[in-house]
Nanobody, 114 residues
Framework: VQLVESGGGSVQAGGSLRLSCENS????????MGWYRQAPGKQRELVAS???????DYADSVKGRFTVARDNAKNSVFLQMNSLKPEDTAVYYC?????????WGKGTLVTVSS
């Protein structure tokens, strides 16, 4: 399994970014996929997740601003981030779970300036 994130970058507060996570190297089906983030000096935290049947979960801090989606055929997951705030600045990691095993991407940096 190889999860590769893309779409990070720098944006001003109020702007938008769309993160993508493509799965290569395996055709395994994942029960859940999602996004975590880690800001400097902080622990990694869940941002959003989505199950194979489309059940979504969001951190309170991003509800109403971020939307997670997945393409089951490609085992890919996306994160649309709107109304970005400086506190959203972090490295964002793609995550996928199958049979209790978590797989991780290497991360993509999102920087939001005020």
């Amino acid at each position: 399994v190889q999860l590769v994130e893309s779409g990070g970058g720098s944006v001003q507060a109020g702007g938008s970014l769309r993160l993508s996570c493509e799965n290569s190297g395996s055709s395994l089906d994942f029960s859940a996929m999602g996004w975590y983030r880690q800001a400097p000096g902080k622990q990694r935290e869940l941002v959003a997740s989505i199950t194979a049947v489309g059940s979504e979960d969001y951190a309170d801090s991003v509800k109403g601003r971020f939307t997670v989606a997945r393409d089951n055929a490609k085992n890919s997951v996306f994160l649309q981030m709107n109304s970005l705030k400086p506190e959203d600045t972090a490295v964002y990691y793609c995550s996928a779970r199958r049979s209790g095993v978590d797989y991780w991407g290497k991360g993509t940096l999102v920087t939001v300036s005020s």
